[in-house]
């Protein structure tokens, strides 16, 4: 059974750095037949897809798409602790958020299936 | 980015109700499309997938439908473990975006 773990600080200054991370148990987060991906979900944006992390003979990290976090974000993989990590740099108020990791099978083309539940993130100083 | 709309914010049913739930894309997602159910303090659970097929362990009261822009998630004889909030999620583009969700709330 596959489970996801996050685990985070709870709450952060403004314009400081939010790291997050996802441990993944039942899977690998080297699998080929997954993607491992960020969401949040806020009463302001809804539920907001981040990016994710998938390999197929090498890496792929895509998190360049939301507008919101557009250069701010980075996500990894760590295959020493078979986890993912979420950094989130100069963050602001509207960074205060539930944090999801996800896998999703295959690319993600089909939703996805399992879900971590969640951690809180404040940003205030 | 392909903007998800769910019509209904909200509806109000009672136990053994059919319940539909609507959700539109701002372009053709062909079958790329997800729904999710959350209750109050949980993670979205994972309930349809490719627009029809049902995720391993959900009722069968629960179905999807559509292709396209134009999709429908119908719950048939709704059960007081139904009322929750619902989203739309389409995978055919990235990046992935969800609809704001429907909460169907007791009669």
């Known amino acids: 059974q596959v489970q996801l773990q996050e685990s985070g600080p709870g709450l952060v200054k403004p314009s400081q750095t939010l790291s997050l991370t996802c441990a993944i148990s039942g899977d690998s987060v080297s699998s080929n037949s997954a993607a491992w991906n960020w969401i949040r979900q806020s009463p302001s944006r809804g539920l907001e897809w981040l990016g994710r992390t998938y390999y197929r003979s090498k890496w792929y990290n895509e998190y360049d798409y939301a507008v919101s976090v557009k250069s701010r974000l980075t996500i990894t993989p760590d295959t020493s602790k078979n986890q993912l990590s979420l950094q989130l740099n100069s963050v602001t108020p509207e960074d205060t958020a539930i944090y999801y990791c996800a896998r999703a099978p295959g690319y993600g083309d089909y939703g996805m299936d399992v879900w971590g539940q969640g951690t809180t993130v404040s940003v205030s100083s | 980015d392909i903007q998800m709309t769910q019509s209904q914010s909200s509806l109000s049913a009672s136990v053994g109700d059919r319940v539909t739930i609507t959700c539109r894309a701002s372009?053709?997602?062909?079958?790329?499309l997800s729904w999710y159910q959350q209750k109050p303090g949980k993670a979205p659970k994972f309930l349809i997938y490719a627009a029809s097929t049902l995720q391993s362990g959900v009722p069968s009261r629960f179905s999807g439908s559509g292709y396209g822009t134009e999709f429908t998630l119908t719950i048939t004889s709704l059960q007081p473990d139904d009322f929750a909030t619902y989203f739309c999620q389409q995978s055919y583009s990235p990046p992935w975006t969800f609809g704001q969700g429907t909460k169907v709330e007791i009669k």
């Open positions: 372009q053709s997602i062909r079958n790329h």
